[in-house]
């Protein structure tokens, strides 16, 4: 299992940016599927971005051109850097940690999350 801290989040204008971080610990991130993921309450968990292990990336819709997720495989760190923040990317947010392959809904190690809150 991986141990999964995120940090980063907070209170922004729209428009703005954060960046958030996820700090990864027990075992190496590059050999698993990586991702972010967002909840608001009373709503499923959805993915907003993913990272593989052989580095492809995959964005939901809503936020494509807006955020990026990244990974610094020799820190064990994986990121999201966001831009243009809207109302609606108000939601907690989770950083994931998975076997490629396997459902992250269902397998995923979780951090416990990193709030973030645009108005």
């Known amino acids: 299992h991986v141990q999964l801290v995120e940090s980063g989040g907070g209170s922004m204008q729209v428009g703005g940016s954060l960046r958030l971080s996820c700090v990864a610990s027990?075992?190496?991130?590059?050999?698993?599927?990586m991702g972010w993921f967002r909840q608001i309450p009373d709503k499923e968990r959805e993915g907003v971005a993913g990272?593989?292990?052989?580095?492809?990336?995959s964005y939901a819709d809503s936020v494509k051109g807006r955020f990026t997720v990244t990974q610094d495989s020799a820190k064990n760190i994986l990121y999201l850097q966001m831009h243009s923040l809207k109302p609606e990317d108000t939601a907690t947010y989770y950083c994931?940690?998975?076997?490629?392959?396997?459902?992250?809904?269902?397998?995923?190690?979780w951090g416990q999350g990193t709030q973030v809150t645009v108005s």
């Open positions: 994931g940690s998975w076997r490629c392959g396997m459902n992250p809904y269902s397998d995923a190690d």
């Open positions: 990272i593989e292990s052989d580095g492809s990336t």
């Open positions: 027990g075992d190496t991130i590059g050999r698993y599927c």
